[in-house]
């Protein structure tokens, strides 16, 4: 787990300084930096919520969710920085979910929103990839939960280098262009509500992840596009997007 009093990290030069040495992000090998189960959260920026608010009302939705709308990211799903994101064969695009992760550091059943950060561990870096899609009424598996759709890294950045984690900027790239700029101060639930929210229904246990939730308007890419999003004080996750017979190709090699 990195701590900013250890490493600086120099985005621009992408480049990381660890007990004085520099050394090129490049140079870096990490696997995925978490274990446990990954929580993804529906509807958590105000922008998002905002697009679909008319059909809330509609059916079958009726009326707007009080509880937190949940999904999972199974293990299938994690890949490391720089791993490439595989793209089935008969899908153009995917959509990139640049999100904060949330690590759990402790167990946690039922806490109270002033305490909430008391059981996280970190933070991380999250491409909660998925193929585009309407349905939010059902658990969209076959568009989320497809192998390799969930890159996560470069590491974890410890709980007391992120002071604020409400108002951190989150910024994606694509092929070296800026595609999408938003803040977590835009979210619906704060980290702490959130967590306070989810813990009231299930418990999070050390190693899970709580992902915040994806800014609307999320952008696309195709194989070929190099995907780099960048959240605020915790890291840089990049990830190029191939064939996914390309991807198998290398998996099993």
């Not at 697009?51 to 009326?63: G, K, V």
């Not at 800026?178 to 246990?205: C, D, G, I, K, P």
Request: proline content about 8%.
């Amino acid at each position: 787990m990195m701590r900013s009093a250890e490493i600086d990290m120099r985005w621009e030069e992408a480049a990381v300084v660890l007990e004085g040495r520099r050394i090129p992000v490049s140079e870096l090998s990490v696997d995925v930096p978490i274990h446990g189960t990954v929580y993804g959260t529906l509807l958590n920026y105000r922008g998002a919520w905002a697009a679909l608010s008319q059909a809330m009302h509609e059916p079958p939705y009726q009326a707007p969710p009080k509880a937190p709308v949940l999904y999972i990211k199974p293990a299938n799903t994690l890949i490391a920085h720089r791993m490439p994101i595989p793209c089935p064969h008969d899908t153009p695009v995917l959509e990139v979910g640049a999100a904060l992760g949330v690590v759990i550091g402790r167990t946690a059943t039922r806490v109270c929103q002033e305490k909430a950060l008391d059981y996280v561990a970190g933070y991380t870096v999250v491409n909660d990839v998925s193929i585009p899609h309407e349905s939010y009424y059902r658990p969209a598996l076959k568009e989320k939960c497809r192998d390799g759709f969930c890159p996560v890294g470069p590491w974890i950045m410890e709980r007391d280098s992120v002071p604020d984690p409400d108002h951190l900027s989150i910024r994606v790239w694509v092929n070296g262009v800026l595609q999408q700029e938003n803040s977590t101060a835009n979210l619906v639930r704060h980290v702490r509500q959130l967590l306070a929210n989810v813990t009231e229904f299930m418990t999070l246990y050390p190693g899970d992840t709580l992902l915040v939730g994806v800014p609307e308007n999320a952008p696309l890419v195709q194989v070929g596009d190099r995907v780099r999003i960048e959240v605020e004080g915790v890291g840089v996750l990049e990830n190029v997007v191939v064939s996914e017979d390309e991807w198998r190709a290398g998996v099993a090699s």
